[in-house]
């Protein structure tokens, strides 16, 4: 039987016996609902069936939204999904570009976190023009955009704003407050979802 670890999704393991309460001050997270329970991460290591549920992701970010891009990271890895994150993924010595090029496109999608800082980003852009170049040659949603704040409904700026008239934005604006980055979080996680389809790796391949 699989043994379940209870805990704050974004702080991590309560500590004790019931009522679960997240120890962090300024968090006012409760466990008081029994499906809560069952959707949290067990105990036990994430396998690669647990992966296969979701699709795998690059993440997009400027390095002013280390904090938050480091939350959803961790966040999405407990949950099983495969990300590549470069406080995470870049070695030592790797060449930026050809590692960051290289995993975009063998990863099945870009989580693209939007805010005042990845707008005048340059390597935030050249990262969304490689994302849209596979949608393009492969026939298939890449890109997720999620925004912090609402630069990307006032920005002028062409990639950007291309992005405003053509893409549902996941709304992470409020993500301080935890019941709301939970619910965001939630969301995230249902689009990542697989609904039976191949991953863009396994389409490529037969092409």
Not at 127 to 145: C, F, G, N, S, W
Not at 171 to 176: M, P
Not at 181 to 197: H, S
Request: glycine share 4%.
């Amino acid at each position: 039987m699989m043994k379940w670890i209870f805990g704050c999704p974004v702080h991590g393991p309560f500590p004790g016996s019931p009522p679960y309460r997240c120890p962090v001050a300024g968090c006012d997270y409760v466990l008081d609902d029994e499906r809560e329970k069952n959707s949290l991460a067990p105990s036990v290591p994430i396998t690669q069936e647990h992966r296969q549920f979701y699709h795998s992701c690059f993440i997009s970010y400027c390095s002013q939204d280390e904090r938050v891009a480091k939350r959803i990271y961790t966040n999405l890895q407990d949950k099983g999904v495969r990300c590549w994150f470069s406080l995470e993924d870049l070695k030592i010595g790797d060449e930026f570009w050809p590692e960051i090029e290289e995993s975009i496109r063998v990863y099945d999608k870009l989580l693209l976190i939007l805010s005042k800082h990845s707008l005048t980003n340059s390597w935030v852009e050249k990262e969304v023009t490689i994302a849209l170049a596979e949608e393009r040659e492969y026939k298939r949603t890449v890109l997720l955009p999620i925004r912090l704040d609402d630069a990307i409904m006032e920005t002028q700026i062409a990639w950007a704003l291309h992005i405003r008239r053509t893409r549902h934005i996941g709304d992470f604006r409020n993500w301080q407050n935890q019941g709301a980055y939970r619910r965001a979080l939630a969301r995230l996680l249902r689009d990542l979802t697989k609904e039976g389809g191949k991953n863009r790796t396994e389409t490529r391949h037969q092409t």
